[in-house]
C-alpha cells in the first residue's frame, strides 16, 4: 500500500502544479515627444492614447497635448502658443452629459500653466470652449474637479467653477497662491490648500466658509476619510502626515515622512503616501495609523492598476515604475520594478486597458506594451487540463494494473477510486464556469426592458450604471471604455460621490456596502441579467445597464 500511496501523492502533486505562467508585458511601440517631459499620466478611452508634454525651456518647441491610435498612430495635436513652466495639471476626461447649466459633448480637460483652461474635442482635438484664470509666474498646475455639471478648477491665485456645458464661470475666488493642489468636495464644500499653508474651504457659491492654517505647503487634494481630511504637507526637509477632523476645526499629527510627497492614491479605507523616502500605507477605521513602509523615491503620480496592485514612478536617475501589492489589512505585499529602455526620473503614473499599457517620463517617451495572452494564464491552464488529466487517468490505470497484477485488487481498486476523485477535482472549475454559463444564458431579458425612457439621450450606446440605495435611486451614464464591472461600478461611484467597501475573497473581489449600507449584501444584474462572477472577473461590453441592489 505504500507505493500506491506514493503514486496517488505523485498524481495529486502533478495536478496540483501552477501549470498557468505568469503575465509579462511586451514592447509595442514608442514615441519620442521630447525635448519635453511627460509629467502626467497618459490617458486612454476606446479611440486614443492622450499624453500631455511640459518642461521645454529653450527654442521654440511649446507645451502640446497629442492624440495616438492604440497602435501608435498620431491622430492630433493641440499645441500651446502661450503657456510657461510647468504643465502638469492632469487631463480628465468628461462623459457628454447634461444638467442645469446645460449640454455638453465628451471632453478632453486640459488646465495649463498660462492660466488658461480648455475643453477640447478628443475626436480631433479642437477647442470647445476656453475659460482664464489668473497668472501670478504661472497658471493652473493641479487637478480639476468635476462636480455634477461643472468643473471646479484650482487656479494659481484659488478656485474657479465653470459650467462644462460652454466654460461660463460660476465663480472666481481669490485665495493663497497654490502648486499642484487638487480640491475635494467634501461635507458641502470644496476644501484645497496652498504654498503658504493654508486650508481652505469654500462653498458651491464661491464665498469662502473656513480658513485653518497648517503651518506647511499642500501639494494634493485633501483626502476626504469619514469626519475628516487627512493632508500630507510639504516642509522644506521633510513632510508631516495631519488629520483635519472637520466638526472639531482640530489638526492631529499622525507621522514625519520624507520630503516631496507625491499625489496620495485612495482605496475604501487604506490610503498609499509617497514621498522622498518611500511609500507608506495608512487605515483610517475609523482612526488613522501607519500600518507599513517601503524605501524607495515617489515623489509624482501613482495609479491603481486593481483594487490590490498599484504602480508608482520611482523618481531617481534608474527610474522605473515599481509594481506593488497592497494587502487586505493595509500591509504592502510583493513589490517589483517594471523597467522600460528609457527609464530615467519620472512622476507620471501608467495608464491601462486590459491589454495595453502606456507609459512616459522625463525622457519625453510614451511607450506601449501588450500583455501577452498566451501567458497570462487562463489560456495556459486551459489548454494543459486535458493533457493533466489524461496523464492522470493514465498513472492511475497503470498503477491499478500493476497493483492487481501482483494479486492486491483491494489496493488497485483504492487507487483507481481516488485517482477518479482527484481528476474530478481538478474538473470541479471548469464545470463551475460551464454551470454558470448556462445559467447566465437561460435567463432571459433584454437592454430594452432596463433602459429608463427618462434617462438623456446622449447615454444611448454608453455604459450606465445603477444605484439602488434604500432611501435614493443614483444613476451614472454616458461612461465608456471599462471592461470590468469593477472598473465601471468604481467610476460611477466617482463621479456620484458615493463610497465603495469592498471585500478579497479566494475567487476575486465582491462588495460589501454602498454608502455605508450593508444589509443583506448587494447583488448586480447586467441588462437584467444577474451576475454570477466576481466584479472584477467579471468582463463587460461597451454598451449595457448595469444595476446594484440589495440582495
Known amino acids: 500500500m505504500k507505493r500506491a500511496a506514493l503514486v496517488l501523492a505523485a498524481l495529486t502533486l502533478l495536478m496540483l502544479m501552477p501549470w498557468a505562467s505568469a503575465q509579462s508585458w511586451e514592447p509595442a511601440w514608442e514615441a519620442d515627444l521630447g525635448p519635453g517631459y511627460i509629467t ?68 478632453l480637460l486640459v488646465g495649463w500653466a498660462d492660466g488658461a483652461f480648455t475643453a477640447l474635442h478628443p475626436s480631433n482635438g479642437t477647442v470647445n470652449w476656453q475659460a482664464n484664470s489668473t497668472l501670478d509666474g504661472w497658471g493652473i498646475t493641479g487637478a480639476p474637479l468635476v462636480d455634477g455639471d461643472h468643473v471646479v478648477v484650482p487656479t494659481r491665485t484659488g478656485l474657479m467653477r465653470l459650467c ?70 510639504q516642509e522644506p526637509s521633510l513632510s508631516r502626515l495631519l488629520l483635519f477632523n472637520s466638526t472639531s476645526s482640530t489638526l492631529a499629527e499622525l507621522a514625519v515622512l520624507g520630503r516631496s510627497p507625491a499625489i496620495p492614491l485612495v482605496m475604501d479605507t487604506t490610503v498609499v503616501l509617497g514621498d522622498s523616502d518611500g511609500l507608506t500605507s495608512v487605515q483610517c477605521d475609523p482612526d ?41 489589512n493595509g500591509t504592502l505585499g510583493e ?42 494564464g487562463e489560456e495556459a491552464t486551459t489548454m494543459s487540463t486535458p493533457l493533466i488529466g ?87 451614464g454616458g461612461l465608456v471604455g471599462h471592461e470590468t464591472v469593477w472598473s465601471l461600478t468604481a467610476a460611477a461611484a466617482e463621479e456620484r460621490d458615493l463610497s465603495l467597501t469592498t471585500e478579497a475573497t479566494g475567487i476575486g473581489l465582491y462588495l460589501v456596502a454602498i454608502n455605508g449600507v450593508e444589509a443583506t449584501g448587494w447583488e448586480y444584474t447586467i441588462n437584467g441579467q444577474r451576475g454570477v462572477f466576481a466584479v472584477d472577473e467579471a468582463e463587460i461590453e461597451s454598451t449595457l445597464v448595469l444595476r446594484w441592489h440589495l440582495a
Open 335 to 376: 513589490v517589483s520594478l517594471f523597467s522600460t529602455p528609457h527609464d530615467g526620473y519620472g512622476t507620471s503614473a501608467p495608464a491601462w486597458t486590459s491589454t495595453e499599457m502606456y507609459l512616459g517620463n522625463d525622457a519625453g517617451v510614451l511607450m506601449a506594451y501588450t500583455i501577452e495572452r498566451t501567458s497570462s
Open 40 to 107: 502626467t499620466s497618459p490617458l486612454v478611452d476606446d479611440e486614443h492614447v492622450y499624453a500631455r508634454t511640459s518642461g521645454f525651456w529653450t527654442g521654440d518647441e511649446r507645451p502640446e497635448v497629442l492624440a495616438f491610435s492604440h497602435d501608435g498612430e498620431q491622430r492630433w495635436t493641440y499645441r500651446s502658443e502661450t503657456t510657461t513652466q510647468h504643465d502638469m495639471a492632469p487631463l480628465v476626461m468628461v462623459e457628454a452629459g447634461s444638467g442645469p447649466c446645460g449640454t455638453w459633448p465628451t471632453l
Open 164 to 233: 462644462l456645458a460652454d466654460g461660463a464661470v460660476a465663480f472666481q475666488t481669490d485665495l493663497g497662491n497654490g502648486w499642484r493642489n487638487g480640491v475635494t468636495l467634501h461635507d458641502g464644500a470644496y476644501w484645497l490648500g496652498d504654498e503658504a499653508g493654508q486650508l481652505w474651504a469654500v462653498a458651491v457659491d464661491g464665498t469662502v466658509l473656513e480658513t485653518h492654517n497648517l503651518s506647511a505647503s499642500l501639494r494634493h487634494a485633501p483626502i476626504s476619510m469619514g469626519g475628516g481630511l487627512l493632508l500630507h504637507v
Open 288 to 328: 488613522c495609523i501607519v500600518i507599513d513602509t517601503y524605501p524607495t523615491r515617489v515623489n509624482g503620480e501613482m495609479r491603481w492598476r486593481s483594487p490590490g496592485q498599484f504602480f508608482a514612478p520611482v523618481n531617481t536617475d534608474e527610474g522605473g515604475w515599481l509594481s506593488a501589492e497592497l494587502n487586505d
Open 390 to 476: 489524461l496523464t492522470a487517468i493514465t498513472l492511475g490505470l497503470v498503477g491499478a494494473a500493476w497493483l492487481s497484477n501482483r494479486g492486491r485488487t483491494t489496493d488497485a481498486w483504492r487507487l483507481l477510486t481516488l485517482g477518479a476523485v482527484a481528476v474530478a477535482l481538478l474538473m470541479l472549475p471548469d464545470l463551475a464556469a460551464s454551470w454558470n454559463a448556462w445559467l447566465v444564458e437561460e435567463e432571459p431579458s433584454s437592454e430594452e426592458t432596463t433602459w429608463d425612457p427618462s434617462w438623456p439621450d446622449e447615454w444611448l450606446g454608453t455604459q450606465v450604471v445603477v444605484f439602488d440605495l434604500p432611501d435614493q435611486t443614483v444613476v451614472a
